[in-house]
């Protein structure tokens, strides 16, 4: 079975990833008004060029190269990548030599380079309303058919990866070849008795000083926690110091131990790409093969990123790796819509995701493109060393078991009075802090204690911080756990505690406490981006198990023995259901 699709327009803008050659550039003159403009999806005076493929047919590719880059220049384009396998290539144009090369005979279409973005997020809410059920991981914890056992996580779990292991299927003898923001290859979880593992690594973007594996390079954190879903290694942790409240001290496992690693940093330190820049990415990636010069006898490419606009030169890109012999697997993206790009594209496996219950995310996109889901809300694992956060709070004797940082909360810990923050003209009330001219002196050098309501984290923050707070606690108004993002950056810690910890403590003023925030180097993150390296170590676990499969034979595998969720059968929210790497080897 083959899985093809139409080229049917999503909805949103998230990102994606690829690999490939990369040519010299230089300065082209800006656009006129004419030429498109830059925006979410689109990069000003950048496109891709497509040549209408078998016109050349007589030449040799090579020398169909050089006519293809004659005409882009004779337009007064100037060529920053070529792909002639797929007759394509990506080109600096202002309107003038726009216009000129759409009217080449050679060429097919010319279309915008597009932005892509990562398909990730940190656990947590950026409103004052509670948040969604599928993203409250205390409720999850509470409720769960899947939860984490030392250094198994609830998606390793639902995979079964201690079973694979102990059956030794790890993957070995596979590359899975990573298109994100980079990744931190000094982290522990990706060496083993002191050898660092990552196979190979190669920069895609303009970002200066990202070329080492081993330097500052996933500035966003993206990469390297989808690199511990794949390749984390058994009792390679970093210690107590950097884990999360409950972890084991060892961190987390990986679906595939045994994969040969390799990343492509197609995403830069924004979290977002070209798409000229993911073809390159993905080119490079399949390149890997033996059959291409490389050293890998099976490539799996892991993309956890989307986006809305379809690009035909994205589409060819993908059906050429695929025609190699590559299978890719990408995010179906976050807005709750469209499957994005490339998951909607004809030969990429498309991955929703689902939490510990098995039910479908809220956030996951769907539609006829889902192929498989995997784990995807409330996914611990590695980021770059030191640049997570953990949190604790106490107060009035007790120290609170579930407690979240702020996204930009600073880093930081202070012991004193807690003081309840109020609502402003008075101590009564909801102790909600809202209005941004809110004040209260008397959180002036003390612990802010704040319930959360009807206005933003942010304004709360804001508030307390103005008022001299030198920390702030902010207890929820729901069950579950708090976790909060913010607009700007505090010197101050910030962190959520549970509904019930709150008002206990509210209970037991006047008091002291502890707020602390701290490095890490875990966190926990939500998205298709989470699901999809589960799936793309799974598929490796089972290719290496079954090497005889080509990548059409894995995905019909993969799909046929897939755990069946929702409707019976395939269906639009989880395709053919949770990835099964046990039961897709033994049968069980």
């Not at 390149?287 to 890998?296: M, P």
């Amino acid at each position: 079975m083959k899985h093809t699709r139409s080229l049917l327009a999503a909805t949103l803008a998230l990102s994606l990833a690829a690999c490939g050659q990369q040519t010299a550039t230089t300065p082209v003159a800006s656009p006129v008004a004419s030429a498109p403009a830059a925006s979410d999806e689109v990069i000003a005076g950048a496109y891709l060029v497509g040549f209408k493929q078998g016109a050349l047919s007589a030449q040799s590719l090579s020398e169909q190269a050089a006519v293809q880059a004659q005409a882009i220049a004779a337009a007064g384009g100037v060529m920053t990548s070529q792909w002639a396998d797929i007759s394509a290539a990506a080109v600096k144009l202002n309107a003038e030599a726009l216009a000129k090369l759409k009217n080449n005979p050679l060429v097919e279409y010319v279309e915008p380079d597009l932005v892509r973005h990562a398909l990730g997020f940190r656990s947590g809410s950026s409103d004052a309303a509670p948040k969604a059920a599928g993203l409250s991981s205390q409720g999850l914890r509470a409720q769960a058919l899947y939860t984490a056992n030392g250094e198994y996580t609830w998606g390793d779990n639902a995979l079964r990866v201690s079973s694979l292991r102990t059956a030794n299927y790890t993957g070995a003898g596979v590359a899975v070849c990573v298109g994100d923001t980079g990744i931190d290859g000094n982290h522990p979880e990706f060496q083993l008795n002191g050898k660092k593992l990552l196979k190979g690594y190669k920069n895609f973007t303009a970002d200066a000083n990202r070329d080492s594996a081993f330097t500052l390079n996933d500035v966003s954190h993206h990469g390297t926690h989808v690199s511990g879903t794949i390749f984390a290694q058994f009792g390679a942790g970093t210690g107590a110091s950097g884990i999360q409240s409950g972890m084991d001290s060892n961190g987390v496992v990986g679906v595939a131990t045994g994969v040969n690693l390799y990343m492509a940093r197609v995403l830069g330190d924004s979290g977002s790409g070209s798409s000229s820049g993911i073809i390159n990415g993905v080119n490079w990636c399949a390149a890997q093969l033996k059959s291409q010069g490389g050293t890998e006898d099976k490539v799996v490419i892991s993309l956890s990123l989307g986006g809305g606009r379809a690009s035909q030169t994205e589409q060819r890109a993908y059906t050429n790796v695929y025609n190699k012999g590559v299978l890719t697997i990408a995010a179906t993206g976050n807005d709750g819509a469209a499957v994005s790009y490339p998951a909607a594209y004809s030969n990429v496996v498309g991955v929703a995701a689902v939490d510990s219950n098995l039910a479908k995310a809220d956030f996951s996109n769907f539609g006829a493109q889902v192929d498989l889901s995997g784990p995807g809300v409330d996914v611990i694992s590695s980021v770059p060393l030191g640049q997570g956060t953990r949190a604790s709070a106490s107060g009035g004797g007790v120290t609170f078991s579930d407690v979240q940082s702020a996204d930009l909360s600073g880093k930081a810990t202070f012991t004193g009075n807690i003081v309840r923050a109020g609502d402003g003209t008075g101590m009564a009330g909801a102790n909600q802090f809202c209005g941004t001219t809110t004040r209260n002196n008397l959180l002036s050098g003390n612990i802010a204690l704040v319930a959360r309501g009807t206005c933003s984290f942010e304004e709360k923050v804001a508030n307390a911080n103005a008022s001299g707070a030198k920390a702030v606690i902010i207890y929820n108004n729901t069950t579950g756990s708090l976790g909060m993002s913010l607009t700007n950056s505090y010197a101050i810690p910030v962190v959520g505690i549970l509904q019930a910890d709150g008002e206990a403590l509210l209970g037991k003023l006047p008091t002291t406490g502890t707020v602390a925030v701290t490095g890490a180097d875990y966190e926990s993150y939500n998205g298709t981006s989470m699901a999809t390296p589960h799936v793309s170590a799974a598929a490796a676990v089972v290719w290496a198990a079954k090497p005889t499969l080509t990548n059409t034979g894995l995905l019909n595998l993969l799909t046929s023995t897939a755990q069946d969720l929702g409707t019976a059968g395939r269906d639009d929210n989880f395709g053919y259901g949770l990835v099964n790497p046990y039961k897709a080897i033994t049968g069980q």
